[in-house]
Structure formats: C-alpha cells, structure tokens
C-alpha cells in the first residue's frame, strides 16, 4: 500500500504518513497535523472499527511503524496519547445504510 492509495490522500496534509516507505526520514515540526488513521489507531477497540470500514492494510501499515514514529517523534507520541482516549471519528457505513441512502 502506498500513501496516495490512503482514503484521505487528497486532502491531507499530515508530513508524517504511515504509508510513506521514508516516514521515518521526514521532518515534523510541533503542531504540525497528524494522520488522521494514526489518531484512531491508538483508541480502544480501533482493529474493530479499521475492520468494519475496509482499512485493514492501513491499520497493518501503521502497526508496523507506530513504534518507530513513537520514539521517533516525541511530540507525536504526546498527542496521540491524548487521542487514545477521545471517542473514534471514524465513520462506518454498512452496506445496508448504502443501499437504503441510494433508494
């Protein structure tokens, strides 16, 4: 998988992706965004919810570099702590409600 294969790929504008095969050779400056998909990878429960919404690979590719991110960017790790427990954004459609909203 790769970054621009990322759902929100045109719109983000996070420098830190987890997707990018040179995350960890890019620079983050404090306050910079942070990937939408690491702020619900550290929330209880989150397979779950990447699982229902089609995002398995993402959720893979991330479990893969959060530990490297971590220690890696310290200011990341600061506020993805505070994400784990704030209530998930992501949204899931079942294929039922899609169906429903086209009818």
Known sequence: MDMCDCPNWSSCNAPICPLDSRVLQRAYLRGEAI?????EYVKPDSYNRFKESHR?????????????VLSTYGYIEKR????????????????????????
């Open 80 to 103: 993805l702590e505070r994400a784990s427990s704030t209530p998930s954004r992501m949204v899931f459609v079942s294929d039922e409600e899609k169906v429903e909203a086209i009818i």
């Open 56 to 68: 398995v690979e993402i959720y893979k590719a991330i479990a893969n570099v959060i530990e490297e």
């Open 35 to 39: 990937c939408f998909y690491m702020h």
